[in-house]
Each structure stands twice: as structure tokens, then as C-alpha cells.
């Protein structure tokens, strides 16, 4: 129990580290919480809502992997590489993908709701 305990305070040290030093994870955040509160409230499935917000806090997720990954390689060393510029771009195209993910969700599910 004491291990569970100690894995949960230190997820909450990472999300209080990622809201003081990473920019984009804040923008995301908020991002999450508006778009949550608008998904609420959107005339679609329970379903629907559920996917909607699912896929912000998808973001947020991989925003945190992705912010992970340029600790990591800035605290192996802050030399330039190309393994190390691969590295932080593979975190970043993953952040895209999955802007793209829920951009591509959101307009699905409201134009088949509205426009359809």
C-alpha cells in the first residue's frame, strides 16, 4: 500500500513540475479544461463526450512523454547530436499526431451531429 501511496505523490510531482516549467503543457491544460467543459455541454452520446475529452487528455499525456524525453536527452548532455535531435523531434511529431487525432475526432463527431 505504502508503494501505491508513494507512485501517486510522485505523479503529482510530475504534474506540478510540468505546469511550472513546460510552457506547451499549460496551453495544453487549458485547452483540456475548456474543451472538457464545451464537450459537456455539446448535444452529443455520452459516447461522443467521452471520446472528445479523451482525446485532449491524450494530448496532455503525450505532451508529458514528450516533455520526458527532452529531459532525458538535455540531461545527457546538451551537446548537439543528430540521435538526440531525432529523439526530440519523434517527441514532437508525436504531439501533432495526436493534436491532429483530436482535431479529426472533434470535427467528426460535430459535423455529424450538426451537419449531417
Do not use: C
Amino acid at each position: 500500500m505504502k508503494r501505491i501511496f508513494s507512485a501517486f505523490f510522485y505523479s503529482l510531482d510530475g504534474l506540478q513540475a510540468a505546469w511550472r516549467q513546460e510552457h506547451a503543457f499549460r496551453q495544453e491544460l487549458v485547452l483540456v479544461i475548456i474543451g472538457s467543459a464545451i464537450a459537456l455541454i455539446l448535444p452529443v452520446s455520452a459516447f461522443e463526450k467521452l471520446m472528445m475529452i479523451a482525446v485532449l487528455v491524450l494530448m496532455l499525456i503525450v505532451e508529458l512523454l514528450n516533455s520526458a524525453i527532452e529531459a532525458v536527452v538535455d540531461r545527457v548532455s546538451l551537446e548537439r547530436h543528430a540521435l538526440s535531435k531525432n529523439a526530440k523531434d519523434f517527441g514532437s511529431a508525436a504531439v501533432l499526431l495526436t493534436f491532429l487525432l483530436a482535431v479529426a475526432t472533434w470535427s467528426v463527431i460535430l459535423f455529424d451531429r450538426f451537419y449531417y
